[in-house]
């Protein structure tokens, strides 16, 4: 009957505390006079040897480290799907800019059928299913149970091998077709951060304190390389690549520049001549020189590595919109702390569960087996490292590339180049009758959600949200439109009255009506000096044309080629 008890107890994914003995107070006589005295007598722990005390206590295990972890994961994962949700049908749906089923369809074309190579160069779940006639609603499906499952992690602090291979099997199958949408470092580091997550985990348990399984080392170390490898990387691709970040003057300019500036990006970018300096070389030393900490086998010596990292992502985080990259990229400086450092952040009761998950672990054979995956998931990332390695000693490192199509093991970079000039793309209709011949058409500019257009409109604060079409027409104002066709795309669907398309703009009560005419021009975008009392936050003056003013007629011959689809179709 024992047995059964204790085999019962050690399946159950909540560990039971032991049963103490109880004993009676003692009271009266001799005894109960020696109680009193020593409770008299006995000195209390000064609340500074106590936190010492529980620190030693806790210092070397990551029970508390995993939830705080799970946490942050989770919440991107749901950020991300969110962003999925809001926007994968404008941009990758049925009638989206560069539509999924159509890019899956040149694949399976070019593989002659859904084999390894379809599969290889696409592997997305979307291939198992009726993706041909239903791509939208699959792709809010996908998008819905990620964020479901995301949310439950966030809000549990825990989760099993199945929830997380789900979130990394859904993110995946999106970021495979999502084409030049989602072809940033960030989708790929999502995915390893994810992949990582996943033996990270119990299998089925989603208790924060799951009955003999503790945080696992080779988790705790492939999050600690894969922060190394993103700032050394970060690092060595702006020392190999742009002047400016040897002459340290590369924060003159990016402020300005980046993709999607912020409010706070305005008012540093004000700062003089010898703080952007020091910007610059602050760089230098946290992304090339304090990696080194994240490595060495000391707690205190790793802890304060990932403490720095952590303070740099949130000052990055601050100055700009960027995506949820730097949100993403802090979380695997949280495996740099052990439960001794984040005790403060739990209540005592949590404290107290978490100990007597400690006191019940025991090793069974689940314990081992653990184990011997942990060590297969160690060779394997060793052995997929080696082109990253190769490609970090690289005089011509590649930033953000990808050497498995399965996205385990990646190399990555920022700001190899900075711009120095910002330049933008600016859409302008006209529901004049002749506007492309009469030089006193009337044009009105379209504002998008928050890429920089009207100049007296404050910059957006969004981050970790993202609006991909804002970020991708950063990258074609310093380019042209044959090099984004999708351009000529969304031009067809404005002056088509595409409704659908309008959702990834901001509202433009121009739009009501359809327009006749559209064209796109090039303008040169300066900030204004803080307090010069303009109201304005922009200068611009025009550079020149970028897409010639043009009529719905005029791009119907590419729409059919492309085999885009208007409303009308």
């Not at 099993?160 to 199958?173: A, G």
Request: hydrophobic content about 45%.
């Amino acid at each position: 009957m024992a047995k059964i008890v204790e085999e019962f107890q050690e399946s159950n994914c909540s560990p039971k505390p032991r049963r103490r003995h109880v004993q009676k107070k003692l009271g009266g006589g001799q005894a109960g006079e020696r109680h009193e005295r020593a409770t008299k007598t006995t000195p209390r722990a000064s609340p500074q040897g106590t936190s010492r005390q529980q620190d030693d206590r806790l210092a070397g295990e990551f029970w508390l480290t995993r939830i705080v972890f799970l946490r942050m994961l989770g919440f991107i994962y749901f950020v991300a799907f969110l962003v999925a949700l809001h926007q994968n049908r404008q941009l990758i749906g049925k009638r989206g800019l560069l539509p999924a089923d159509l890019y899956m369809r040149s694949i399976k074309s070019h593989f002659k059928g859904v084999n390894y190579g379809s599969l290889s160069t696409a592997p997305t779940v979307l291939w198992f299913m009726d993706w041909q006639n239903s791509v939208d609603y699959l792709l809010d499906e996908i998008a819905l149970v990620g964020v479901f499952l995301s949310a439950l992690v966030v809000l549990r602090g825990g989760a099993n091998m199945v929830i997380m291979i789900l979130l990394w099997v859904l993110y995946h199958s999106i970021v495979a077709v999502g084409q030049t949408w989602y072809s940033f470092g960030w989708e790929s580091q999502l995915l390893e951060t994810g992949f990582l997550a996943i033996f990270l985990v119990p299998v089925w348990c989603c208790n924060p304190f799951p009955a003999n399984c503790p945080t696992p080392w080779v988790a705790r170390w492939g999050y600690r390389w894969l922060l190394f490898r993103i700032m050394l990387g970060a690092g060595l691709i702006k020392i190999r690549g742009d002047q400016c970040w040897r002459d340290l003057t590369c924060m003159d300019y990016h402020y300005e520049t980046q993709p999607v500036p912020n409010p706070v990006s305005y008012f540093l970018h004000q700062s003089p001549w010898f703080v952007h300096q020091f910007e610059t070389a602050a760089n230098h030393v946290v992304e090339l020189l304090c990696p080194l900490l994240l490595i060495l086998p000391f707690r205190r010596l790793c802890g304060l590595g990932g403490l720095l990292q952590l303070l740099f992502q949130i000052v990055l985080i601050i100055s700009g919109n960027l995506s949820f990259l730097n949100w993403l990229t802090l979380i695997p400086s949280i495996l740099c702390f052990d439960d001794g450092m984040l005790a403060y952040l739990f209540p005592a009761s949590t404290l107290k569960r978490r100990q007597r998950a400690v006191t019940a672990s025991r090793r069974t054979l689940g314990f081992y087996t653990r184990q011997a995956v942990s060590l297969s998931l160690a060779i394997l990332i060793g052995y997929l490292s080696i082109p990253v390695v190769q490609n970090l000693l690289s005089s011509r490192q590649a930033m953000n590339t990808s050497f498995d199509p399965l996205r385990i093991v990646n190399t990555y970079g920022a700001f190899g180049s900075v711009t120095k000039e910002r330049t933008e793309v600016i859409v302008q209709v006209s529901h004049d009758r002749n506007a492309r011949n009469d030089v006193a058409a009337r044009w009105t500019d379209l504002e998008f959600k928050c890429k920089p257009g009207d100049v007296s409109r404050r910059p957006c604060l969004i981050s970790p949200y993202h609006y991909r079409l804002d970020w991708l027409m950063w990258f074609a104002a310093f380019q042209n439109y044959q090099q984004n066709p999708w351009l000529l795309h969304l031009s067809a669907k404005i002056l088509a009255g595409d409704r659908s398309v309008l959702h990834l703009m901001a509202n433009n009560p121009v739009l009501e009506k359809r327009p006749r005419w559209l064209r796109m021009q090039h303008f040169r975008y300066e900030y204004t000096a803080a307090g010069a009392g303009s109201g304005k936050w922009w200068k611009r003056r025009l550079i020149g044309e970028y897409l010639p003013v043009v009529q719905l007629s005029d791009l119907m011959n590419v729409v059919r080629q492309q085999g885009w689809r208007l409303p009308d179709d």
